[in-house]
């Protein structure tokens, strides 16, 4: 954290210097030489700040407190300063520069890496000058960093905010540093109040800051990570790929305000697991981190596909192509549900099944060795797989079995039309079909043609020697 706040001292220049110089730079107590006598102003032969009421000139109490201050200013060590400025405080705590004062702490605790105190020190301020930019500025920045979300932590930083957000130009700051300042402390505002709102739950409200956010400074992946968070937390199916977008951006993002290399890794696992849970898989996911890293917003157009929405299109593309494969694969889907044998009993069972297609894998065994089988095992998954279809070769009747004349050939694909029989699940898939003979054939490149029989092998006869 100490780190960090000393990097933020230029951040910080950038955005407020301008504003900080024109409304401010008089602030501080006269660098004279010598201490005011008692009751006499310091002639520091500057104004108070344009965007305050005017002052009263301000007194030194005495020689001590004098040296307090001056010795405090030219302190370069952040924790010699701080003893020194405690002592003034403790020693003068009704200053006539009691703002100064507050200022010198605030910059020291920054220089120490100290958000907390530096929250208190803005807050001190505050009480005195409620519209004080710097302190709003703070205390709108720092609190999301800090962790705590207690009721009254998020209700000053809301109040920060919205204070920084309605704050005005003063007097005399120059528009061009003015519009480059109040951009950056909105974005600070925006992002804050999302991260309010995410605290509390209130996602949609949290996702509207968080874009106003993203519109002023783009190039914030931390609050691309808090969008896509509240997104995927409001639970709506049609803004999952927004949600995720907005972790590849997060994730992906390496330029100027990226995450650190290790808070990126985290969210490109999180990304991924999220990502294959909705689409099903990881295919299309590097074409989102190079998009989202190109650019902080999904296009108009920006959608990724669900995996049941993919199933969905395979399922209509295989009823053209594969129509009855499509059917049996719906077909197998219901059977196998935990209620499938009352859907076999209701919906097939007596009824007429459209065409399927399968392969034969063999003919069951008669009953006696001296009968023919009217029983085909058929695989409905393929030329290689186990059989979960039987198929009972009936006549016209319906219920006469009626065997092949010979024996059929196996592993090769077969087409029938049947009547549903009976479901067994235990210890495998099985359905059973009544099937007339005449509606089984064996598929070929050009149709179907009757069921494929091996040929019988010529009868050899020998010949009778005559006497």
């Known amino acids: 954290m100490q780190q960090f706040l000393r990097r933020l001292t230029g951040i910080t220049a950038i955005a407020l210097a301008g504003v900080m110089i024109g409304a401010g730079q008089n602030s501080q107590p006269a660098q004279s030489s010598q201490p005011a006598q008692s009751g006499q102003a310091a002639q520091s032969g500057q104004a108070a700040p344009a965007d305050k009421p005017a002052e009263k000139k301000k007194n030194y109490k005495d020689q001590q407190e004098y040296t307090l201050y001056d010795s405090a200013t030219k302190e370069t060590d952040a924790t010699k300063k701080l003893a020194l400025l405690n002592t003034w405080k403790d020693k003068y705590a009704d200053s006539d520069f009691k703002w100064e004062r507050l200022q010198l702490f605030l910059t020291t605790y920054q220089q120490l890496g100290q958000p907390a105190k530096m929250i208190d020190t803005a807050k001190e301020m505050l009480a005195i000058d409620p519209k004080d930019i710097t302190a709003l500025y703070w205390i709108t920045f720092l609190t999301p960093s800090l962790g705590s979300t207690s009721p009254d932590t998020l209700d000053t930083a809301e109040k920060a905010a919205n204070g920084l957000l309605a704050a005005e130009k003063p007097a005399t700051v120059k528009d061009e540093d003015w519009t480059k300042a109040k951009s950056q402390t909105d974005a600070a505002a925006y992002t804050t109040l999302g991260w309010i709102a995410m605290q509390r739950k209130n996602n949609d409200v949290a996702e509207t800051n968080f874009k106003k956010s993203l519109a002023i400074s783009p190039s914030a992946a931390q609050v691309s990570y808090w969008l896509g968070t509240v997104i995927l937390a409001e639970k709506k199916p049609e803004k999952q790929a927004e949600a995720l977008f907005d972790f590849a951006r997060a994730a992906a993002y390496d330029g100027t305000g990226a995450l650190t290399p290790e808070g990126r890794k985290k969210i490109d696992e999180y990304l991924t697991k999220v990502y294959n849970t909705i689409h099903g898989d990881s295919s299309g996911l590097a074409e989102l981190k190079a998009l989202a890293k190109a650019s902080p917003t999904p296009p108009a157009d920006f959608k990724i596909k669900t995996a049941a929405e993919i199933a969905a299109e395979k399922e209509e593309e295989l009823k053209k192509t594969n129509p009855e494969l499509a059917l049996w694969l719906t077909l197998k ?135």
């Open 333 to 467: 889907g219901q059977l196998l549900s935990p209620d499938g044998q009352t859907y076999f009993d209701t919906s097939m069972k007596g009824a007429a099944v459209p065409k399927l297609k399968g392969w034969l894998i063999s003919v069951k065994p008669p009953a006696k060795p001296t009968l023919k089988s009217n029983q085909l095992l058929v695989s409905m998954d393929g030329k290689d797989q186990t059989p979960n279809v039987t198929l009972k070769l009936v006549g016209s009747d319906g219920t006469t079995a009626a065997p092949p004349t010979g024996k059929p050939v196996v592993g090769v694909e077969i087409e029938f039309e049947g009547i549903g029989e009976s479901l067994t699940k235990d210890p495998a898939l099985m359905v059973t079909f009544d099937v007339e003979k005449g509606k089984v054939c064996t598929v070929t490149p050009d149709g179907c043609t009757s069921l494929k029989e091996e040929k019988a092998a010529p009868v050899h006869h020998t010949a009778k020697k005559k006497s």
